[in-house]
């Protein structure tokens, strides 16, 4: 089977170095929030140009603690897509708040700017945008809007580690952002692990003391906080990661540049959109079909792994029925939920399997097209 991620072979090609490195940790006698952390923090800063980087224990909690931090909770709305891991919205109820779903915009498939203001009351908050599957959302136009309503931007950048907008990296273009390490992330480490990136040193200060039960001296705690922290053998092995990183988002993109191609002579197929001044680092390819299920089996039957993200909206959740939502809410979301299927990519993909997915696709137009 081809499979449709192999973080596997990406932690094997890494491995020499991530066993000196556990060693090191290993001997070190610090393991928690120590030098590894803080150098991990000091070059994620400054790879994305903001000035502070908090770890935490999770990309949940990432969103989750700043949430917090900014003081957002019972009462206030948060703007966020309905077409995301629940996660985002989770956050949002998690601290009090009420999420708010706008409708995301049919090409990027991220949180569309005309449809959040449509959404905008006096308790609205703060804004959630969701940089799914590798690529930014339209931050110029929901900076703007943040700015004329006086609202804080929370980039969802979980799947966006390396993703650009005008150049600038994805974390760094609102006022806080928050990715995961999970390992099937781009920058995943092998197990949990999540960072916030900022250029707000009181939102950093206060993240320093949620993230270790609201605390900045040891035994002396001022506010009520979490328990969510990095592990330095994490931090050991997300530093050897983020050295890999460009490359391997290079990767990702040269593989779906091929894709693309393909795509352009099956037109019933849509292939992915990068809007213009974006980066897209691929997180997934998704290809959008209305004979979705016909095109999972086919590869089934040709030992092709694929998948559905996500099958299920956010306003639709049986965790969100308190929300009063239905179908038809949010249009493009839910179409998007029946239509889109991520196919395989990832850095270490062998070249004759990306030949035999294009092949397959390619001897099969017919089927695709009716
Ligand atoms: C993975 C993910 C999260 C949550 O990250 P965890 O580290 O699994 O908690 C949040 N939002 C999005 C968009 C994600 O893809």
Known sequence: MIPLMNVKEQFASIQSEILKAMKEVTESGSYILGPKVDELEKNIAQKLGVSSAVAVGNGTDALILTLEAYGIGKGDEVITSPFTFFASGEAISRV??????ADVNPDTYTLCPDKIKAKLTKRTK???PVHLFGQCADMLAINELANKHNLLVIEDACQAFGAKQGGKPAGSLGDAGCFSFFPTKNLGTLGDGGIITTSDPLLAEKLRSLRVHGSNKKYFHQEIGYN????????AVLLICLKNID?????????????DLMLKTIPSIKAPHAAQNNHHVYHLYCIQSNKRDLIAKLLQQNAIQSGIYYPCCLHLQQAYTHLGHQKGDFPVAERLSETLLAIPLHPFMLKEDHLKIVNVFLNNKEVFSC
């Open 228 to 235: 969510s922290r990095l592990d330095e053998l994490h931090a």
């Open 96 to 101: 009090g708040a009420i999420p708010v779903f």
């Open 247 to 259: 490359n391997w988002n290079l990767k990702r993109t040269k593989i779906a540049e091929i894709y």
């Open 126 to 128: 703060a804004i959630i």
